[in-house]
């Protein structure tokens, strides 16, 4: 079976009526836990940006205070865990300053926890590379913006 493009799925979806889309819409959502997270962001909290960015920090916090310090190994787990949680939520978001915003504030705890991650490569890595991804969203933000984000990246610089 071949799958539509995104083209048709627009013509066919702009054809068909409230109700069927209503249908459509609940019956994605069944199948995949994700579906219906970015269902519920889309309907419930996409007008409170500010707040929904709050809400992803305090799950950053949650997977910091779970970190397990002692071993290396079970610590870059659940920092990939608390990141690949994280980076879901920025691309229900779509918005690169909301993603500039929460990947400074993952940076921010990494460097403040009392992880050594500049002695594991793995680690080190990851952080290096959340700062790449900050940088490449602070590109497309206007230079005001950009310009007080940057001032947060050079405190997070090693």
Do not use: W
């Given at each position: ?9 627009k013509?066919?979806?702009?054809e ?72 879901k ?70």
């Open positions: 079976m071949k799958t539509a493009t995104i083209q048709e799925l013509l066919e979806l702009n068909t009526s409230s109700a069927k889309l209503r249908q459509l819409c609940l019956h994605l959502a069944k199948f995949k836990k994700e579906n219906k997270e970015l269902l519920t962001y889309l309907l419930f909290e996409s007008q409170d940006e500010a707040a929904y960015i709050n809400q992803v920090q305090s799950i950053i916090d949650e997977g910091f205070a779970e970190l397990p310090k002692a071993n290396n190994y079970l610590s870059k787990k659940s920092l990939r865990k608390t990141l690949r949680v994280t980076n939520h920025i691309r229900y978001m779509g918005s690169k300053q909301a993603e500039a915003q929460i990947l400074i504030y993952f940076c921010k705890q990494l460097k403040g926890s009392k992880i050594p991650f500049q002695k594991t490569t793995v680690l080190l890595n990851l952080y290096l590379q959340q700062i790449k991804k900050i940088k490449a969203a602070l590109a497309t933000l206007h230079e005001d913006l950009q310009y007080d984000f940057m001032q947060e990246v050079e405190e997070l610089s090693i």
